[in-house]
């Protein structure tokens, strides 16, 4: 039996895995990949306290804290999640099950696809959600890079470090991206944009050879040759787990109160799978603390005072 189990690996949930276990809680973290969404940044310039920081050296700072604190970590991904008839809540991972008295829902927010023709069978073979992860593959090859938000513009700049030419493609003129980090991306000789461009199909025989394009401008259909297609369309929530126990928005997001509570009495959420307009690491964060605090406060009023405790 746990006090509190967390779903989700990235800064929220291990935010909260460090606040619960301050509190004597008995808590675990599952989650599929540790460092969630903050795997596929390359540099991160505002974390209070760093001026500039790699992302791999965040997640491992938080993960060691984490881990100093007694907190234990599984990677692993929750299929199913059922509340027991006197409130506690089982986890299924398929392998395992886990049973807990709150559970805190941090799971982030996964890739959006193109859903084009070719995305999903090349896949893995040319095809990346990651530029982070997968860029140093394509060094000295042409890649493009999908979409016009801050994350395309970072991906972008990432891979013109790394591949000859970046092409980025946006459906429309006009970026949602910060001044800074067009300006910086404008500046790279080997990035070209082909804006009011639509990606129509990725082709190749065993790996990505070449896109095909369409301006929406000019109404002109193109093959651009290429190694690697890099898609920075947006994230989406995948909720569908907890969609019974939880409000949602139109995203799918969870809807949540000041105090990370949702409808369902125990089950808490915190970070960009909650309906926060604002998606960043300090407001994840934030919101994971404050899920974690309301977690050990809900099972003082529910348990009393001494229930909170790592002595089972």
């Given amino acids: ?54 992302s791999f050296e965040l997640i491992d700072r938080m993960r060691q804290q984490t881990l100093g604190c007694g907190v234990e970590m599984k990677e692993d991904e929750i299929q ?10 089982l986890l299924y991972t398929g392998r395992e099950t886990f049973e807990s008295k709150t559970v805190i829902v941090a799971m ?6 193109l859903a084009v023709p070719g995305e999903v069978e090349f896949n893995g073979k040319g095809v990346s959600y990651c530029a982070n992860c997968d860029g140093p593959f394509f060094r000295g090859k042409k890649v493009a890079v999908i979409g016009g938000g801050n994350s395309a513009l970072d ?29 910086e991306v404008k500046s790279r000789s080997n990035i070209e944009m082909l804006t009011n461009t639509e ?17 929406n401008k000019t109404k002109i259909d193109q093959d651009v040759l290429l190694d690697g297609v890099f898609i920075e369309v947006g994230r989406i929530a995948s909720t569908d787990l907890v969609a019974d126990m939880v409000e949602r928005n139109d995203k799918n997001q969870i809807v949540i109160n000041s105090k990370g509570e949702t409808k369902t009495p125990g089950l808490f959420a915190g970070g960009d799978v909650t309906a926060c307009e604002f998606k960043q690491i300090t407001v994840a964060i934030g919101q994971a603390t404050v899920a974690a605090l309301s977690a050990y406060q809900y099972l003082q009023m529910t348990y009393g005072h001494k229930a909170a405790t790592k002595d089972y």
Avoid: C
Wanted: hydrophobic share 40%; glycine share 10%; charged share 25%.
């Fill in 80 to 89: 199913k999640i059922e509340k027991t008839a006197d409130g506690n809540f």
């Fill in 1 to 54: 039996m746990y006090d509190v189990i967390i779903i989700g690996s990235g800064p929220a949930g291990m935010t909260a895995g460090i606040f619960a276990a301050r509190r004597e809680m008995k808590t675990l973290i599952i989650g599929k990949e540790v460092g969630g969404q903050v795997v596929w940044a390359s540099e991160i310039e505002n974390y209070p306290g760093f001026s500039k920081i790699s």
């Fill in 199 to 215: 990606i129509k199909e990725i082709l190749g025989s065993t790996k990505v050879e070449k896109i095909k394009v369409y301006n």
């Fill in 108 to 113: 982030g927010l996964s890739p959006r696809r």
């Fill in 155 to 183: 991906a972008a700049e990432v891979l013109s470090k790394i591949a000859s030419q970046v092409y980025l493609i946006h459906h429309s003129d006009k970026f949602r991206a910060f001044e800074i980090l067009l300006d």
